[in-house]
């Protein structure tokens, strides 16, 4: 499909899968890093993961070998508490999750506690403990409202799959009968605050990711152009398995970085 190159696109990157592995980055992404800077291209890493706070995941990229600045970084931490702030100011919440969840919500003056929370918020941990999860559903089922920041069920690590936010809300969803509500990609609601925090339109914005139901589907739902990484959860053979297409498939990011300027006419 012909795509027309607008005089400069900014792109949308999607983290895991896409940048790195983990604390491992995925070969090739320095340098495409390095051909946006180079060509004073505008970017923005945009990821469902909410473990950490910006400057935390800045420091954790800047070691596997990405500069990515700060303020070039959105979560769905952050956009679950800027949801939040907007729903419910001053609420309350029990959390499960890290310290990119829990300072965002700070952050917007929320109160976390066990004790008759507004709301019940699920994010990205990589220590989900029985108790937690348990306090979570006693809390759903007494009324809290559920929010969850992103239905990933897994995430790409070099050792293999990681279980992530889905497949926890799942769990409690599967004992409360209550779903949460995702904050995260697909949600626009994510990719919105995104292109505002920016001040970009979608016709020249485009989302890079490795999946195809929360990166690519977010990017097509609001306008963007889209490619699809095989460097995380996808394979060459996912794509055939969904009833929409990304504009454009690469084996990894590595694939772009001589194309940054014009990465469909590659
Ligand atoms: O955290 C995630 C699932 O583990 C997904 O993060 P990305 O959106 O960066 O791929
Ligand atoms: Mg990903």
Redesign the pocket.
């Known amino acids: 499909m012909g795509v027309t190159e607008p005089s400069t696109w900014t792109y949308l990157m ?5 940048l790195v592995h983990e604390e491992h980055m995925v070969p090739g992404a320095d340098e495409f890093v390095a051909a946006l800077r180079e060509n004073g291209i505008p970017f923005m ?7 950490y706070t910006p400057r935390d995941l800045r420091a954790r990229l800047l070691r596997s070998g990405l500069d990515i600045p700060e303020e070039a970084i959105w979560t ?1 931490a952050l956009a679950t508490a800027q949801f939040l702030e907007q729903q419910r100011p001053g609420g309350s919440a029990f959390v499960v999750g890290e310290s990119g969840l829990t300072t965002a919500l700070h952050n917007i003056g929320y109160v976390l506690t066990d004790r008759d929370p507004d709301y019940v918020i699920l994010g ?1 941990t990589r220590t989900y403990s029985f108790e937690a999860i348990t306090k979570a559903i006693r809390l759903v089922e007494n009324g809290a409202r559920f929010i969850a920041t ?1 239905p ?1 069920e ?3 690590s070099r050792e293999g799959t ?1 279980p ?2 889905g497949a926890v809300a799942a769990l409690i969803e599967r004992v409360t009968g209550r779903a949460p509500y995702y904050v ?2 697909p949600n626009p609601l994510m990719m919105r605050s995104a292109l505002r925090h920016l001040g970009v339109h979608s016709e020249n914005t485009l989302m890079i ?3 195809m139901d ?2 690519v589907r977010s990017g097509l739902e609001s306008g963007l152009q889209t490619i699809l990484v095989l460097s ?1 959860i996808s394979d060459q053979d996912t794509a055939e398995l969904f009833p929409y297409r990304p504009t454009k498939v690469v084996r990894s990011i590595a694939d772009l970085r001589d194309h940054v300027t014009d990465p469909f006419q590659a």
């Open positions: 999607d983290m895991d899968g896409v890493v945009f990821t469902n993961n909410s473990i769905s990205e992103n990933d897994k995430g790409p990681l992530a936010t995260g990609k990711g490795d999946r929360t990166d995380g």
